[in-house]
């Protein structure tokens, strides 16, 4: 068996989050996670922190470290999404309060601690929510950026524009600075923008397959796609809505769903009008130097196979 890849996954569950997760936890012969850390986004860190531990205890793992991180962007007041995801963050199912604990250690500290004591190029960051937490463990410990095998993330958007604001994504938008500080670093970044996403709508086809499994987990994951994806079908007038961060995961797991090009990506962090928007380099005009592989193709229906037979694990 091919070597596990170790990650860490930073999120802010969000009803999408929670399906990235599932899919993790069900593909324990790919990835080896190394532990969970919260952040502030779609809603607050107290509830993000929340509804990590409720999903690890939908997939039986309590034993999985969890971390609180950042309580809100560098330098910018907070912006939540509520009106997308609920109250809660994760509307749609109900299901008992988590019995299972944070570490007492912060995500920032976890971060840096791990990617300095594993070997160079072993661990891959996942983020599904702003890079607050990430521009914190780089602004702690520079070395990192040399260190982290890669940081896949979903976020931005550039033929697709913005969903939050006509010019930029959320997890953007939330903390530009921070993604600014990411992008500058020297990580290696594969980027999932809207551009992807905005490919992989939960139609009622492919949820009535996730449905079909009978299991627990997957009927739980279906009444949350039902809840999240209301929002963006009303916006868009589609059948299903865009499943923004399971394509992190699912690029761990089968890259080749995936195609992109290497571009240099900026951040809009000065103009109140386009603030948070991920400015793309695609046609290579800047002479700017690449930084990220901006992904802009998808098999969807791979895409969708893999997360119903791995949610079918659960
Ligand atoms: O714009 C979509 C992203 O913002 C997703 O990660 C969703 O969970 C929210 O965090
Ligand atoms: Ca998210």
Redesign the pocket.
């Known amino acids: 068996m091919a070597q596990r890849r170790k990650i860490i996954i930073d999120t802010?569950p969000?009803q999408?989050?929670a399906a990235a997760i599932m899919l993790a936890f069900a593909s324990p012969d790919e990835l080896e996670v190394l532990g969970l850390c919260a952040v502030a986004?779609?809603v607050p860190l107290s509830l993000t922190s929340r509804n990590v531990r409720i999903v690890c205890e939908l997939c039986g793992r309590q034993d999985m470290p969890v971390y609180e991180g950042a309580k809100h962007p560098i330098l910018r007041k907070q912006v939540t999404?509520e009106h997308v995801?609920g109250r809660t963050g994760l509307d749609g199912a109900e299901l008992p309060e988590p019995t299972m604990t944070v570490e007492p250690q912060h995500a920032v500290d976890f971060i840096v601690e791990t990617v300095m004591r594993e070997p160079a190029g072993s661990v891959t960051l996942c983020t599904?929510?702003p890079l607050t937490n990430v521009a914190l463990a780089l602004q702690m410990q520079p070395a990192i950026a040399g260190r982290v095998r890669e940081l896949v993330m979903?976020?931005g958007g550039f033929f697709e524009g913005g969903?939050?604001t006509p010019a930029a994504?959320?997890?953007i938008y939330v903390d530009p600075e921070a993604a600014a500080a990411v992008f500058a670093s020297g990580i290696p970044i594969v980027m999932m923008p809207?551009d992807v996403?905005h490919q992989l709508l939960t139609r009622k086809d492919r949820v009535a397959r996730i449905a079909a499994l009978g299991t627990r987990p997957a009927q739980v994951l279906v009444d949350w796609l039902a809840f999240f994806e209301r929002f963006d079908e009303e916006k868009y007038g589609s059948d299903g809505g865009p499943l923004?961060?399971p394509t992190v995961i699912a690029y761990l797991l089968k890259p080749d769903l995936f195609s992109g090009r290497h571009c240099n990506v900026e951040i809009e962090t000065q103009s109140d009008l386009t603030v948070g928007m991920t400015v793309v380099d695609w046609w290579r005009v800047s002479g700017r130097k690449p930084n990220a592989m901006v992904m802009r193709n998808v098999d969807a229906d791979g895409f969708f196979d893999l997360l119903t037979e791995r949610v079918g694990r659960l």
């Open positions: 802010d969000g999408d989050d986004g779609n999404a995801h599904l929510g979903m976020g969903n939050i994504e959320f997890n809207l996403t923004h961060d």
